[in-house]
């Protein structure tokens, strides 16, 4: 399998793992291809955990093709936060729970073809993600809190996930 062959079933079956409400008449290629480009970069202690999180698909995919050089994408982290989510909520699957995440980031409006305009949205979105420069309460991040107790964008995402999950559904 050659490597270009390699990438291209890797993000194809990155993007599988991902649930798009059947009422949605959209595609999101363009968008999961930018998420898929876009390296997460770790600024709160222990969120390079999620960075691992991510890395470990590559071994789900192919066996030992975790060590390869490419950083890991925020599609990475989303499909692999997705999978913890399901784990902590005991609610919904990890696909559903990937396109949750991506709704809760105001990604979900970001469908094919995404115009110029749309991708600087985007990137803008999502360098708030990576900056933690979103709301105190969490609005623009992966997990947003009616009732933020401490600030978001300083906890790390394994705790804002419980967090979310308390609010939620009362755990």
């Known amino acids: 399998m050659s490597k270009l062959t390699r990438e291209r079933d890797y993000f194809n079956w990155l993007i599988a793992q991902i649930e798009i409400p059947e009422k949605n008449p959209h595609t999101y290629y363009d968008l999961f291809a930018r998420l898929h480009d876009t390296e997460f970069i770790f600024v709160v202690g222990n969120d390079d955990n999620r960075i691992a999180d991510g890395r470990d698909l590559r071994s789900e995919f192919l066996y030992g093709w975790k060590n390869r050089p490419r950083p890991v994408s925020v599609l990475e982290v989303l499909i692999a936060l997705s999978r913890r989510t399901e784990f ?9 729970w990937a396109w949750v995440l991506l709704e809760n980031l ?34 623009g991040g992966f997990f947003p809190l009616q009732y933020a107790r ?19 559904f009362g755990y």
Request: hydrophobic share 35%.
């Open 88 to 96: 902590v909520c005991d609610e919904g699957t990890a696909p559903q």
């Open 106 to 139: 105001g990604l979900h409006k970001m469908w094919d073809r995404v115009s110029v305009r749309k991708m600087n949205k985007v990137d803008e979105i999502l360098a708030n993600l990576i900056w933690r420069t979103y709301e105190r309460d969490g609005r």
């Open 150 to 168: 401490e600030d978001q964008t300083k906890t790390e995402i394994w705790f804002q996930m419980q967090e979310y999950a308390m609010e939620k």
